[in-house]
């Protein structure tokens, strides 16, 4: 199994959304996006500039790797490309997951998910 995060800014209600998709794709870059992508979560009260680069230095990547990667583009490329995948149909807010390419909105809950996933294997 494979848990792959895609970057769906929802920039009308975060306005800082953007950046921090940037900062958490260009940190990825340096094999950090989980650490970068929980502190941002964590801190969602303050997503700045200055913050946001804050936070960089605080998992431990390269700063200044960060600003040039941003300056570049690659960053901004990844979070487009994942706005305009043929799986964002309903931008809600909230996380979706999908299993086999197929969106699953069931239980979150032990049995239930683990027999949706067997039955999904068997066919």
């Avoid at 306005?15 to 998709?21: G, K, R, T, V, Y």
């Avoid at 794709?25 to 094999?31: I, K, L, R, S, T």
């Amino acid at each position: 199994m494979r848990l792959i995060f895609r970057n769906l800014p929802l920039v009308d209600v975060h306005p800082h959304a953007e950046a921090a998709a940037e900062i958490a794709e260009a940190v990825g870059e340096q094999g950090k996006f989980w650490e970068i992508h929980d502190t941002i979560y964590e801190n969602q009260h303050d997503l700045s500039d200055a913050a946001l680069l804050g936070y960089v230095e605080q998992v431990g990547a390269d700063v200044d790797k960060v600003k040039s990667d941003i300056a570049d583009g690659g960053p901004r490329q990844r979070v487009e490309a994942d706005l305009k995948a043929p799986f964002v149909a309903v931008r809600t807010g909230r996380p979706h997951s999908f299993v086999n390419g197929l969106r699953y909105d069931g239980s979150w809950l032990y049995e239930p998910f683990f027999e949706y996933l067997t039955q999904v294997l068997e066919s």
